[in-house]
Structures are given as C-alpha cells and as structure tokens.
C-alpha cells in the first residue's frame, strides 16, 4: 500500500508552478459533450480525477488524448448517455454529467457520485435544476435517471449557492430552447471559467460570477482551445506550507486575486507577500502568530477547501484562534489526525479551536479526503520524527505531483509502498 513518509522540514526555497484548477477543469471536460467539434483544454493538471472524467468520455464514446499539460478531446462520437458506476463513484464530479448528457443526448443515468466524505452532499438542488427544465428525473436507492425530449428554458431558484448545481444547471440550460435565469447561484471564480469556456464555444452566457445567471440556449455549440484558470486552492497549500515551515517560495503562473482571502490572513500571521499579475512570492523568517478566527463561506468568502490547509499552518502559531466550517457537516476528520502530533486542537460542533503547540511529533496518519489529505502532508513537515501518511490516492485526486513540488522546495518526504500485513 503506498504511503507518504514525511519528515521534518527546513525553511522552504525556490519555486513551484500552480496547475490549472481542479474544479475548473472537471466541468469543462463535462462541457465538451456539448461541443459539436474537437476542444483542446491547455493548462489541465495531470491528476486522478482528470483520468476519471475522461474515462468518462471515453466510455460514451468520445475521443481523447493528453500531451503534456494539454488534453485533445473529440466529443462527435458521443453516442451513450449512462455512466459506468465505478467511475460515478470515483468523485464527485461525475455528477456533472448529468447536465451534459441531458443537454446532449436528451437521457442521461449516473449512479450516485462519489468524493470526498466531508459530508451527506445530495444532489436534490441539480435534479430540481432539471425538473424546472422539463426533464423527467427518476431516483432509486442507488440510480438517478433523467430524461428529456426536449429542454426548455425556465427560471431556476436554486434553494442554496451550490457549486455544482449552478454548473449543471449552466450545462443543462445550454441544451434548452429559449432563455434560462438561475437565481441564487454560486459565484466560484471555476464557474466563470465554466462559463467562459461554453462562451468560446458559441454559448450565450451573462452573469456567471453572480448571483443570477443568464442562459440563451438551444443553439449547438462548436469546439473551442482554452485554458484553464490556476488552482486557487493549490495556490494556498503552498503558501500555507511555508507559512508553516517559513523560507521563502515563489508560487508561478497563479492568479495572486484569487488568493486574496489567504494572503490577508497570513500577512497577518507575519507573512510578507511580493506578487505581480502571475506570481506569489511568500517569505515567513519571524515568528508565526495565530491568524484571526475563520469561517468558511461560499464565495467571495473564505474558501471550504482552503480551510485544512490554513489550519495545518497554524498548528504552531503563537496564540490561538478558531475555526468554524458552514458549507461541509463533516470537513474535520483530517483535524482529529492532527490531535495525534501533539496539536493543542479541540472541536465542538462546526468549530476547531486550536492553540498553537511548541512541538510537534511524527505519528501514523490517515488522509480521508483530499484537502484533509493535505494538510496532514503540511502538519507533517512541522513534526520532531518521520511521521507515515496512509490514504495518498486521496490527495492524487486533486494535486499534480504535490511530493515533487514540495521536495524542489527543500520539504522531506517519499512516497514508499507499505506491504500489507495478511
Ligand atoms: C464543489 O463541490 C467542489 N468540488 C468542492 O471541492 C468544494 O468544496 C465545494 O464546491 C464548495 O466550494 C468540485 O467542484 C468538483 P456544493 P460541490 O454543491 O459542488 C449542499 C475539493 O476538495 N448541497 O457547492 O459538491 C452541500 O451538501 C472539493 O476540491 C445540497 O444540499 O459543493 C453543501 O453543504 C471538495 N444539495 C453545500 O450545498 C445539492 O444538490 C455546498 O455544496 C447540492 C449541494
């Protein structure tokens, strides 16, 4: 079984390069069903949730090919509209398929998603995104089945700002006959690439980014070359990671605006920053102090992903400070793993009150979800001894060769292959 063994860290140095955007890449992929001609994506990371979704393509049929950090994807030959249930399961994102196919093929059968078990995470609001469109939407224990003759544009009120729903409702309306309004919608900065990628394929979009998103659909889409925006939360794991072993690190080809929730924070926290349009440059070489009490909130408000990795920084900040989770029921699992390394961390409900600890110690660790995975990785490098992570998949998912990255940076750690005790 692989593993992650992970040892103390000096002060960082040098640089790593940020992907694209995890989250922003897996409904583009879905989006390329839509397109009537071949779609190239530029600045895709290479990780295990992308090899899923084109799996997923490829098992409707569809065409595609990676080179380098660039994937060719041929969606003419798409011909199924059920996705195979191992590759449902593997992540959350295969949900997005749902709107895709609805759009495309007028039928579309998906097993319930997988992902990271940070909470329940239904699907009701995109099925009610479906139902307003006209689809016909059956749900058995384990099957959720759509169908459509024909889409028409409607008005969608979303009950909350979910990330997904507002992307399968986008994908779904794409596919409509007439005008479609989704009100109350999400405003993630991955959206608006969404939004921007079906736009350079001939979509008439207004308003991503806000609240109400404007859909004139109907018309068939042709193919599009486009790139992916940097991954906001790859940005702050490794700003988070050497404000946790401080040094000095540049972060290239980011976007320093999406960061600017964590850069306040750990400015703060006694972090200086230097950046121009495309690159961070963090320096900590003082002491860390407890940065101000967080809570996560959707967008334009702290980022939920971001919030394991932020408090993976501040296991050894003077002082103390809290963290309270809103948007996930069950974000803290990795937060009771810390508890093993000696973190001065105690939960009540949503809230993790932490105080900062003078030292910390290897332990045996297991990564449950990906950000979780992550910050055990950060809170590793700050522990007396060579701590073993177990459940690295986890943190594969979503990030582009973190070890490397973080080894170039002066981090210690290997992944090794555990044999399993029979
Ligand atoms: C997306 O998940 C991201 N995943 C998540 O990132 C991210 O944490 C989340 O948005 C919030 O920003 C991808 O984009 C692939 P939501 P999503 O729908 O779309 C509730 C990572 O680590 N809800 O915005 O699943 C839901 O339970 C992952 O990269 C419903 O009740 O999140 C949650 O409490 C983790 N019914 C809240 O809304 C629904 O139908 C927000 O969820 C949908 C959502």
Do not use: W
Not at 55 to 65: K, P
Not at 202 to 223: E, F, Y
Not at 373 to 384: C, D, I, P, R, T
Not at 408 to 422: H, M
């Amino acid at each position: 079984m692989p593993a992650l063994l992970v040892s103390k860290s000096p002060p960082l140095s040098g640089e790593v390069t940020i992907h694209g955007a995890k989250n922003s890449v897996l409904p583009i992929l879905a989006a390329t069903l839509l397109c009537r001609a071949p779609c190239v994506l530029h600045n895709c990371p290479d990780i295990l949730d992308v090899t899923h979704t084109r799996a997923i393509l490829h098992s409707l049929g569809c065409a595609s090919e990676r080179r380098g950090a660039s994937v060719y994807i041929d969606p003419r030959s798409c011909a199924g509209h059920s996705i195979p249930p191992e590759l449902a399961a593997s992540m959350r994102a295969s949900s997005l398929f749902l709107g895709a196919l609805l759009a495309r093929q007028g039928e579309a059968s998906l097993s319930l998603p997988g992902g990271c078990p940070i909470g329940a995470r239904p699907v009701d609001y995109h099925l009610l995104a479906f139902r307003a469109l006209g689809a016909e939407v059956t749900e058995t224990d384990d099957t959720i089945h759509c169908r459509a003759r024909r889409l028409t544009g409607a008005k969608i009120t979303l009950p909350g700002p979910s990330v997904g729903a507002t992307e399968n409702a986008m994908l779904a309306a794409v596919g409509a006959e007439g005008v479609t309004v989704i009100e109350n919608a999400a405003c993630e900065p991955e959206i608006v690439d969404l939004a921007g990628f079906l736009t350079a394929c001939g979509a008439k979009i207004a308003g991503a980014g806000t609240g109400r998103v404007t859909v004139k659909g109907g018309q068939p889409l042709t193919g599009a070359t486009y790139t992916i925006l940097p991954d906001r939360i790859e940005t702050a794991t490794f700003l988070c990671a050497c404000a946790a072993c401080g040094g000095t690190l540049t972060l290239r080809r980011t976007a320093p605006r999406l960061a600017e929730p964590i850069l306040n924070l750990l400015t703060e926290s006694g972090c200086r920053f230097s950046c121009t349009h495309d690159t961070i440059q963090i320096s900590r070489d003082g002491p860390l102090i407890a940065c101000r009490p967080v809570i996560s909130k959707p967008y334009p408000g702290f980022p939920t992903d971001a919030m394991p990795v932020l408090l993976a920084s501040q296991l050894r900040a003077e002082g103390q400070t809290d963290f309270t989770e809103t948007i996930f029921e069950n974000r803290f699992g990795y937060a009771r793993e810390l508890k093993k390394l000696g973190a001065q961390l105690r939960q009540d409900e949503n809230t993790v009150y932490l105080r900062g600890a003078p030292q910390l110690y290897a332990a045996q660790l297991f990564a449950e979800d990906l950000r979780g995975g992550a910050a055990l990785v950060l809170a590793a490098m700050q522990a007396e001894g060579e701590s073993t992570i177990f459940g690295v998949k986890h943190i594969q998912r979503g990030y582009d060769n973190l070890e490397a990255a973080l080894q170039s940076a002066g981090a210690r750690l290997k992944t090794v292959e555990i044999p399993i005790k029979v």
